[in-house]
Each structure stands twice: as C-alpha cells, then as structure tokens.
C-alpha cells in the first residue's frame, strides 16, 4: 500500500502536534483498525476518517484514496492527530465505523 501527503501540512502537524504522517501510517497494521466515511461536507472526492494503533497510541487519520496512471491506488493523508475520548471509547468498543463522522 501506498501513501503520499502535502508535505507543508506534514511539516505543520509536527510542529503543531509532535506527530508524523510517516507514524501515521502505522495503523494500517493494526488488525483492529476502524474507518467510516466522512460525508460532512462535499469535498469532490470520497474521503475517510480512520483510527488505529500505532507507535504514537491511537490516532485520528482523515484520508482520500487517489488513483493514478495505470490504475495506481495511493492513500493521501490529509490530517492525523491523537484520537480524543470518544473515538478512543468507540475504538476499544469497535464502534467507530457505525458511529457518524465529526
């Protein structure tokens, strides 16, 4: 599987959070891992909101999926952050998928 980001907004979530999208990648092997997908707002593509556990303790990652040149599928973080209360509840309950994006 294959990843890429913004590299501005890598380097803005490590200054602002201490966290790196290369660490975010890291719950992708978590077998426990949840994702549901965030309809908020019409963003022109399908986006994701996933969480896991990683190196860092359990994250909050958004995403999209981008398809390339010969039908290349990349994973494109958009954003990650330390998932709060809820999400850490929803998690260890494997809630999260059935719960509504926020």
Do not use: C, H
């Not at 490590?14 to 975010?24: C, G, T």
């Not at 986006?47 to 359990?58: E, F, N, V």
């Not at 010969?70 to 809820?86: E, L, M, T």
Request: charged share 30%; aromatic share 12%; hydrophobic share 35%.
């Amino acid at each position: 599987m294959d990843f890429e980001w913004d590299e501005n907004k890598r380097q803005q979530t490590l200054l602002r959070r201490s966290i790196d999208f290369i660490d975010a990648i890291l719950i992708w092997d978590d077998p426990f891992r949840q994702e549901r997908i965030d309809n908020r707002n019409n963003y022109g593509e399908v986006r994701y909101q996933t969480i896991g556990k990683g190196s860092l303790g359990i994250l909050f990652v958004a995403y999209t999926q981008r398809v390339y040149d010969a039908g290349k599928s990349v994973n494109r973080i958009i954003s990650v952050r330390p998932a709060n209360k809820k999400e850490m509840q929803e998690y260890d309950s494997r809630t999260f998928k059935k719960g509504v994006a926020s």
